[in-house]
């Protein structure tokens, strides 16, 4: 029997859902929601085998911010209503046929990634449901990442359109550009375009700063600065090598 993980990045997914609510208060509206949109992507997907994974709401920023303090540092707090919420929506996902994976010491990005990456390096099927570009690093023939509110699939060419780059070097990319909405800041002056040029050129950062042939302009730049930019990179790198203490069969996928 062929294998279909699917994996709900479910903090992205509630946030989301909740920001567009009527009435933030409600947490049972939001519930609801997100049990009418959960279901039409079992509909839409037809999983064996489904999970979705949380950040742990009293958790740190993580491993992360041992190697850049500065990580996250700004980000907003969850909404009150859907903190006090998260056992109720766990539960009603449970009704579904959905359980709950809470991380602890990593950040959930890397729990999705190790699972993802576990079942598609086995020639299955994995498919994660997240607006998170940061996914796309681990694109494969059986690994594939669904905007599901933009209706659309992030992959090779959606990210060759946008960044100008290959899946694979993604990390690269954001180890010149940084991430702002993660604080994460990669090279001074080294933007989008220059990044696009750099890694057009050379395959990663590593091989533009061992390179001969690298344009003075940003030869200055990454001798100066790459000591962050390999930081950035590693900081913009998933886990994919997370022991998990459960198999597959633990979320085999019955709908109820």
Known sequence: MSIHLVIIDALNLLRRVHAVQPDPE????????????????????EPTHIIAVFDHHDQDRGWRAEILPEY???????????????????????????????????EADDLVATLAVKVASRGEKATIISTDKGYCQLLSPTLQIRDY???????????????????AQL?????LTGVSSSQVSGIPGVGPK??????????????????EELPKKYRKKL???IDIARKCKQISSLKTDIELGFNLQDIRFEEE
């Open 194 to 211: 220059a990044a696009k040029e750099i890694l057009t050129q050379y395959d990663s950062i590593e091989a533009a700063f061992a390179g």
């Open 149 to 167: 509110f933009q209706h659309r699939w992030l992959d090779a060419p959606f990210i060759e359109a946008e960044f100008g780059v290959k899946p």
């Open 223 to 225: 001798n100066e600065h």
């Open 26 to 45: 409600d947490i049972d509206r939001t519930i609801l929601t997100t049990t009418r949109t959960l279901k039409r992507i079992i509909k839409e997907s």
């Open 171 to 175: 990390a690269d990319y954001w180890g």
């Open 72 to 106: 996250k540092q700004n980000r907003k707090p969850m909404p009150e209503p859907l903190y006090l919420g998260l056992e109720k929506v766990q539960d009603a996902w449970w009704q579904l046929g959905i359980d709950s994976l809470l991380s602890e010491g990593d």
